[in-house]
T-cell receptor, first 115, second 119 residues
Framework: AQSVTQLGSHVSVSEGALVLLRCNYS??????LFWYVQYPNQGLQLLLK??????LVKGINGFEAEFKKSETSFHLTKPSAHMSDAAEYFC?????????????FGTGTRLQVTL | GAVVSQHPSRVICKSGTSVKIECRSL??????MFWYRQFPKKSLMLMAT?????????EQGVEKDKFLINHASLTLSTLTVTSAHPEDSSFYIC???????????????FGPGTRLTVL
Protein backbone atom coordinates (compact mmCIF):
# COMPACT_ATOMS: atom_id res chain seq x y z
CA ALA A 1 0.00 0.00 0.00
CA GLN A 2 1.12 3.53 -0.64
CA SER A 3 0.23 6.82 0.96
CA VAL A 4 1.16 10.47 0.88
CA THR A 5 1.24 13.00 3.70
CA GLN A 6 1.35 16.70 3.01
CA LEU A 7 2.28 18.72 6.05
CA GLY A 8 0.44 21.99 6.23
CA SER A 9 -2.91 22.39 4.56
CA HIS A 10 -2.26 26.09 4.12
CA VAL A 11 1.02 27.88 3.47
CA SER A 12 1.36 31.64 3.13
CA VAL A 13 4.45 33.37 1.74
CA SER A 14 5.30 36.83 0.59
CA GLU A 15 5.88 37.53 -3.06
CA GLY A 16 9.54 36.90 -3.80
CA ALA A 17 10.02 34.59 -0.82
CA LEU A 18 10.99 30.94 -0.91
CA VAL A 19 8.20 28.44 -1.37
CA LEU A 20 8.49 25.11 0.44
CA LEU A 21 5.68 22.59 0.32
CA ARG A 22 6.28 19.37 2.17
CA CYS A 23 5.43 15.87 1.04
CA ASN A 24 6.29 12.54 2.67
CA TYR A 25 5.37 9.23 1.17
CA SER A 26 5.03 5.63 2.18
CA UNK A 27 5.53 2.88 -0.35
CA UNK A 28 6.60 -0.74 -0.19
CA UNK A 29 8.25 -0.56 -3.60
CA UNK A 30 10.24 2.19 -5.33
CA UNK A 31 7.79 5.03 -5.80
CA UNK A 32 7.07 7.31 -8.67
CA LEU A 33 6.24 10.73 -7.29
CA PHE A 34 4.36 13.66 -8.72
CA TRP A 35 3.42 17.21 -7.90
CA TYR A 36 0.27 18.67 -9.40
CA VAL A 37 -1.17 22.18 -9.22
CA GLN A 38 -4.86 22.99 -9.28
CA TYR A 39 -6.23 26.45 -9.89
CA PRO A 40 -9.79 27.23 -8.72
CA ASN A 41 -12.46 25.22 -10.51
CA GLN A 42 -9.92 23.61 -12.79
CA GLY A 43 -8.38 20.19 -13.21
CA LEU A 44 -4.88 19.22 -12.27
CA GLN A 45 -1.75 20.26 -14.11
CA LEU A 46 1.46 18.29 -13.77
CA LEU A 47 4.30 20.35 -12.29
CA LEU A 48 6.97 17.67 -12.21
CA LYS A 49 7.55 14.00 -11.62
CA UNK A 50 10.24 11.70 -10.31
CA UNK A 51 10.59 8.20 -11.71
CA UNK A 52 14.24 7.16 -11.72
CA UNK A 53 17.60 8.81 -12.17
CA UNK A 54 18.43 12.29 -10.92
CA UNK A 55 16.85 12.93 -7.56
CA LEU A 56 16.50 16.67 -8.12
CA VAL A 57 13.70 17.19 -10.57
CA LYS A 58 12.92 20.46 -12.27
CA GLY A 59 9.42 21.27 -13.41
CA ILE A 60 7.41 24.04 -14.94
CA ASN A 61 7.02 27.56 -13.59
CA GLY A 62 10.36 27.43 -11.77
CA PHE A 63 9.40 24.67 -9.37
CA GLU A 64 11.66 21.80 -8.40
CA ALA A 65 11.55 18.89 -6.01
CA GLU A 66 14.12 16.57 -4.54
CA PHE A 67 13.53 12.89 -3.91
CA LYS A 68 15.16 11.84 -0.65
CA LYS A 69 14.78 8.13 -0.11
CA SER A 70 16.30 8.18 3.37
CA GLU A 71 13.73 10.72 4.48
CA THR A 72 10.89 9.36 2.30
CA SER A 73 10.30 12.91 1.20
CA PHE A 74 9.61 14.78 -2.02
CA HIS A 75 9.34 18.42 -1.02
CA LEU A 76 8.44 21.05 -3.60
CA THR A 77 10.36 24.32 -3.71
CA LYS A 78 10.54 27.52 -5.68
CA PRO A 79 13.16 30.18 -4.94
CA SER A 80 10.90 33.16 -5.45
CA ALA A 81 7.12 33.11 -5.17
CA HIS A 82 4.94 34.93 -7.64
CA MET A 83 1.34 35.99 -7.18
CA SER A 84 0.35 33.61 -9.97
CA ASP A 85 1.61 30.67 -7.89
CA ALA A 86 -1.36 30.93 -5.56
CA ALA A 87 -3.19 27.63 -5.99
CA GLU A 88 -3.72 24.20 -4.47
CA TYR A 89 -0.80 21.79 -4.73
CA PHE A 90 -1.08 18.04 -4.55
CA CYS A 91 1.64 15.50 -4.06
CA UNK A 92 0.92 12.04 -5.43
CA UNK A 93 2.54 8.64 -5.52
CA UNK A 94 2.10 5.68 -7.81
CA UNK A 95 3.80 2.38 -8.35
CA UNK A 96 4.29 0.81 -11.72
CA UNK A 97 2.97 -2.72 -11.98
CA UNK A 98 3.22 -3.21 -15.72
CA UNK A 99 -0.28 -1.92 -16.30
CA UNK A 100 -1.98 1.36 -15.57
CA UNK A 101 -1.19 2.30 -12.00
CA UNK A 102 -3.30 4.27 -9.58
CA UNK A 103 -2.35 7.65 -8.25
CA UNK A 104 -2.71 8.21 -4.53
CA PHE A 105 -2.99 11.87 -3.66
CA GLY A 106 -2.14 13.79 -0.54
CA THR A 107 -4.71 16.08 1.00
CA GLY A 108 -3.27 19.12 -0.71
CA THR A 109 -1.64 22.37 0.38
CA ARG A 110 -3.14 25.69 -0.46
CA LEU A 111 -0.46 28.24 -1.26
CA GLN A 112 -1.26 31.86 -0.60
CA VAL A 113 1.09 34.55 -1.92
CA THR A 114 0.88 38.00 -0.37
CA LEU A 115 2.34 41.33 -1.41
CA GLY B 1 -0.66 18.00 -26.92
CA ALA B 2 -2.26 15.63 -24.39
CA VAL B 3 -5.47 17.57 -23.86
CA VAL B 4 -8.43 16.13 -22.01
CA SER B 5 -11.80 17.83 -22.09
CA GLN B 6 -14.89 17.39 -19.94
CA HIS B 7 -18.44 18.32 -20.71
CA PRO B 8 -20.32 19.94 -19.19
CA SER B 9 -18.10 22.09 -17.02
CA ARG B 10 -20.97 22.86 -14.70
CA VAL B 11 -24.38 21.27 -14.26
CA ILE B 12 -27.27 21.84 -11.91
CA CYS B 13 -30.00 19.25 -11.70
CA LYS B 14 -32.98 18.31 -9.60
CA SER B 15 -32.87 15.51 -7.09
CA GLY B 16 -33.82 12.19 -8.66
CA THR B 17 -32.62 12.96 -12.15
CA SER B 18 -29.60 11.47 -13.92
CA VAL B 19 -26.63 13.40 -15.19
CA LYS B 20 -24.06 12.32 -17.76
CA ILE B 21 -20.53 13.70 -17.79
CA GLU B 22 -18.26 13.19 -20.78
CA CYS B 23 -14.50 12.89 -20.73
CA ARG B 24 -12.62 13.08 -24.02
CA SER B 25 -8.98 12.76 -24.93
CA LEU B 26 -8.67 15.23 -27.78
CA UNK B 27 -5.32 14.44 -29.36
CA UNK B 28 -4.45 10.95 -28.16
CA UNK B 29 -6.02 7.59 -27.60
CA UNK B 30 -6.60 6.45 -24.07
CA UNK B 31 -7.24 2.82 -23.29
CA UNK B 32 -7.57 3.71 -19.64
CA MET B 33 -9.34 6.63 -18.05
CA PHE B 34 -9.91 7.40 -14.41
CA TRP B 35 -12.74 9.14 -12.61
CA TYR B 36 -12.14 11.11 -9.44
CA ARG B 37 -14.35 12.93 -7.04
CA GLN B 38 -13.19 15.95 -5.11
CA PHE B 39 -15.00 17.34 -2.11
CA PRO B 40 -14.58 21.00 -1.14
CA LYS B 41 -11.10 21.67 0.19
CA LYS B 42 -10.31 17.98 0.02
CA SER B 43 -8.11 15.73 -2.03
CA LEU B 44 -9.09 13.71 -5.05
CA MET B 45 -10.68 10.37 -4.39
CA LEU B 46 -10.41 7.76 -7.11
CA MET B 47 -13.85 6.41 -7.93
CA ALA B 48 -13.14 4.00 -10.74
CA THR B 49 -10.80 2.94 -13.49
CA UNK B 50 -12.37 2.84 -16.91
CA UNK B 51 -10.97 0.53 -19.59
CA UNK B 52 -12.06 0.75 -23.20
CA UNK B 53 -14.28 -2.16 -24.19
CA UNK B 54 -14.56 -3.66 -20.73
CA UNK B 55 -16.29 -3.06 -17.44
CA UNK B 56 -14.98 -0.37 -15.16
CA UNK B 57 -13.22 -1.26 -11.96
CA UNK B 58 -14.71 0.55 -8.99
CA GLU B 59 -12.94 1.48 -5.80
CA GLN B 60 -14.22 0.14 -2.52
CA GLY B 61 -17.26 2.01 -1.29
CA VAL B 62 -18.25 3.42 -4.68
CA GLU B 63 -21.71 2.32 -5.80
CA LYS B 64 -21.54 0.78 -9.26
CA ASP B 65 -25.23 1.19 -9.93
CA LYS B 66 -25.19 4.83 -8.98
CA PHE B 67 -22.10 5.87 -10.89
CA LEU B 68 -22.32 4.22 -14.30
CA ILE B 69 -19.17 4.34 -16.37
CA ASN B 70 -18.97 3.60 -20.08
CA HIS B 71 -15.76 3.65 -22.09
CA ALA B 72 -17.02 2.88 -25.56
CA SER B 73 -14.13 4.28 -27.55
CA LEU B 74 -10.46 5.08 -27.15
CA THR B 75 -11.22 8.78 -26.78
CA LEU B 76 -14.42 8.89 -24.76
CA SER B 77 -15.51 7.80 -21.31
CA THR B 78 -18.76 8.81 -19.68
CA LEU B 79 -19.84 8.93 -16.06
CA THR B 80 -23.57 8.89 -15.39
CA VAL B 81 -24.77 9.80 -11.93
CA THR B 82 -28.11 8.07 -11.65
CA SER B 83 -30.94 9.29 -9.43
CA ALA B 84 -28.77 12.10 -8.17
CA HIS B 85 -29.20 13.44 -4.67
CA PRO B 86 -27.75 16.53 -2.96
CA GLU B 87 -24.99 14.44 -1.37
CA ASP B 88 -23.75 13.64 -4.89
CA SER B 89 -22.92 17.30 -5.39
CA SER B 90 -19.21 17.48 -5.97
CA PHE B 91 -16.43 18.25 -8.41
CA TYR B 92 -15.82 15.32 -10.73
CA ILE B 93 -12.51 15.08 -12.55
CA CYS B 94 -11.43 12.58 -15.16
CA UNK B 95 -7.98 11.70 -16.34
CA UNK B 96 -6.68 9.73 -19.30
CA UNK B 97 -3.62 7.55 -19.73
CA UNK B 98 -2.25 7.43 -23.29
CA UNK B 99 -2.56 4.07 -24.99
CA UNK B 100 0.88 4.55 -26.42
CA UNK B 101 3.09 5.42 -23.51
CA UNK B 102 5.98 7.79 -24.04
CA UNK B 103 7.69 5.93 -21.24
CA UNK B 104 6.63 3.21 -18.77
CA UNK B 105 5.79 5.83 -16.18
CA UNK B 106 3.74 8.09 -18.41
CA UNK B 107 1.42 10.30 -16.48
CA UNK B 108 -2.29 10.70 -16.49
CA UNK B 109 -3.63 13.82 -18.15
CA PHE B 110 -6.45 15.49 -16.29
CA GLY B 111 -9.60 17.11 -17.53
CA PRO B 112 -10.75 20.49 -16.21
CA GLY B 113 -13.47 18.97 -14.05
CA THR B 114 -17.26 19.13 -13.84
CA ARG B 115 -19.06 20.86 -11.00
CA LEU B 116 -22.28 18.99 -10.21
CA THR B 117 -24.89 20.61 -8.01
CA VAL B 118 -27.97 18.61 -7.11
CA LEU B 119 -30.86 20.63 -5.73
Amino acid sequence: AQSVTQLGSHVSVSEGALVLLRCNYSSSVPPYLFWYVQYPNQGLQLLLKYTTGATLVKGINGFEAEFKKSETSFHLTKPSAHMSDAAEYFCAVTTYTGTASKLTFGTGTRLQVTL
Amino acid sequence: GAVVSQHPSRVICKSGTSVKIECRSLDFQATTMFWYRQFPKKSLMLMATSNEGSKATYEQGVEKDKFLINHASLTLSTLTVTSAHPEDSSFYICSALPSVLADPWDTQYFGPGTRLTVL
